[in-house]
T-cell receptor, first 109, second 112 residues
Framework: RKEVEQDPGPFNVPEGATVAFNCTYS??????FFWYRQDCRKEPKLLMS???SGNEDGRFTAQLNRASQYISLLIRDSKLSDSATYLC??????????FGKGTKLSVKP | DGGITQSPKYLFRKEGQNVTLSCEQN?????MYWYRQDPGQGLRLIYY???????QKGDIAEGYSVSREKKESFPLTVTSAQKNPTAFYLC???????????FGPGTRLTVL
């Protein structure tokens, strides 16, 4: 089992749709989780940290399920500008981030 | 401006040549990281440094070398021993190893 796994997509959705991404991780001792957004040919940018109780930032909601070892990202009322690749990351034992391969989202008018 | 800078943005290398990618930060971050990204892939860790004058190998360190002589600088050398160096190289830093990592704009290396 890979350390961090994501559905590669692509997810093609219309504007206004709600879309959910899941990411599973293998190390049950992991403590820190993140979602990054990466636009084409750009660097990843932090979207949200994921907290144990779940957290929300506007249209974006992140959740953690420790029992099943997955994190999720929900985007409500999707915009054209949300089109990007979404990377989940889990912190490794040395502080480094272990990334999934990313899920590509395309929001269509 | 505060931030992480990488140079050059694009780099072309002939086979057999060593090249050095620059990464500088003025955020006073202790920890710095080098990742490699191949098309359709996630980021993989090459080297990391938790404090000046110290660095550790990541998952794919073979064919690469680094130095951390100054807190703000963490250059990566891609040597001729790296079999498939064409990739997007990303540098990141964080205040401490357990804090949020922020990325530089990256360097695209192409071997001709």
């Amino acid at each position: 089992r890979k350390e961090v796994e994501q559905d590669p997509g692509p997810f093609n959705v219309p504007e206004g749709a709600t879309v959910a991404f899941n990411c599973t991780y293998s190390n049950s001792a992991s403590q820190s989780f993140f979602w990054y957004r990466q636009d084409c040919r750009k660097e990843p940018k932090l979207l949200m940290s994921v907290y144990s109780s779940g957290n929300e930032d506007g249209r974006f909601t992140a959740q953690l399920n420790r029992a099943s070892q997955y994190i999720s990202l929900l985007i409500r009322d999707s915009k054209l500008s949300d089109s990007a690749t979404y990377l989940c990351a889990v912190r490794g034992s040395q502080g480094n981030l272990i990334f999934g391969k990313g899920t590509k989202l395309s929001v269509k008018p | 401006d505060g931030g992480i800078t990488q140079s050059p943005k694009y780099l072309f290398r002939k086979e057999g040549q060593n090249v050095t990618l620059s990464c500088e930060q003025n955020l006073n971050h202790d920890a710095m990281y080098w990742y490699r990204q191949d098309p359709g892939q996630g980021l993989r860790l090459i080297y990391y440094s938790q404090i000046v004058n110290d660095f550790q190998k990541g998952d794919i360190a073979e064919g690469y070398s680094v130095s951390r002589e100054k807190k703000e600088s963490f250059p990566l050398t891609v040597t001729s021993a790296q079999k498939n160096p064409t990739a997007f190289y990303l540098c990141a830093s964080s205040i401490t190893p357990t804090d949020t990592q922020y990325f530089g704009p990256g360097t695209r290396l192409t071997v001709l």
